[in-house]
Antibody
């Protein structure tokens, strides 16, 4: 079955960097657009970024544009999020999720917690 | 950016009640509207896509309707496992914005 497993979260100081990964299995990873969605403690869901199946189309939320970079390695079935110049407001659980044909976000990972604190 | 507004932000209901959550888009999104359920400490779960299509495995007590700017999610008979937070999301364009969520609590 579809599995998405995030990793790379942790505690980091403001201004530093962190790289998240999402390992995908159980489906043809190279055929699907992939997204990162985050959720600050006690808050709602916030879409972060998307990358198309073939890396030709990438979009970011304004809140992370210029600081975060989404990428993928279709040979390794892995989605990545390079987070630079981290701010306290980036503290959140980060989920990876996919689009399945016409169905958005049909499967989600369990999330990885990023805490930005001095 | 398209803004999504859900109402109410929270509601209290009893087991067996029928409830309706509304979601309004700041511009026409046609049928590009999805609903998600999230329980505490868990990842969100897809319920409905394209405004009214039930995701595989989701019970038929959940239903969605609407198009354009106004949408609803209805749960026909609340059960204990349905107490959760529900989010709408538009996927007409990027950024893919979510509503602020509706927390359904036990009365």
């Amino acid at each position: 079955q579809v599995q998405l497993v995030e990793s790379g979260g942790g505690v980091v100081q403001p201004g530093r960097s962190l790289r998240l990964s999402c390992a995908a299995s159980g489906f043809t990873f190279s055929s699907h657009a992939m997204h990162w969605v985050r959720q600050a403690p006690g808050k709602g869901l916030e879409w972060v970024a998307v990358i198309s199946y073939d890396v030709t189309d990438i979009h970011y939320a304004d809140s992370v544009k210029g600081r975060f970079i989404i990428s993928r390695d279709n040979s390794k079935n892995t989605l990545n999020l390079q987070m630079n110049s981290l701010r306290t407001e980036d503290t959140a659980i980060y989920y990876c999720t996919r689009d399945f044909t016409i169905i958005p976000f049909d499967s989600w990972g369990q999330g990885t917690l990023v805490t930005v604190s001095s | 950016d398209i803004q999504m507004t859900q109402s109410p932000s929270s509601l209290s209901a009893s087991v067996g009640d029928r409830i309706t959550i509304t979601c309004r888009a700041s511009q026409d999104i046609s049928h590009y509207l999805a609903w998600f359920q999230q329980k505490p400490g868990k990842a969100p779960k897809s319920l409905i896509y394209a405004a009214s299509n039930l995701q595989s495995g989701v019970p038929s007590k959940f239903s969605g309707s609407g198009s354009g700017t106004d949408f609803t999610l209805t749960i026909s008979s609340l059960q204990p496992e349905d107490f959760a937070t529900y989010y709408c999301q538009q996927y007409k364009s990027h950024p893919r914005t979510f509503g602020q969520g509706t927390k359904v609590e036990i009365k």
